[in-house]
């Protein structure tokens, strides 16, 4: 009986491995070809984002305008716990 259920085990086992080694021959050809779409895409994106891209704003020491990279950057009010209370609780 040990030799049916071990022959079973067996053919289990080798159809498991049958499939990973199939998923991944197929994840292996599908890769570039979603390489090749997204690289095809970034392409034909950037020739219709150029007329919608703005130019940066000079100042006059002549360099970018860095207000508004400064306003993404800043804390929010309101927006979570202050650190600096909670470091000072702590201690």
Known sequence: MSQIS??????????AHWIAAVSALLALVAMP???LVLAIDGDSGSASSAAVEQ???AHSSSGPDESAV??????????????????????
Do not use: F, K, Y
């Open 55 to 57: 130019t940066p704003v």
């Open 33 to 35: 070809a979603v390489v």
């Open 6 to 15: 071990s022959a079973a085990q067996l053919r289990n086992t080798t159809r």
């Open 70 to 91: 400064a306003a993404a950057v800043a804390p929010r009010p309101g927006a979570g716990p202050d650190e600096n209370r909670t470091a000072i609780a702590v201690r």
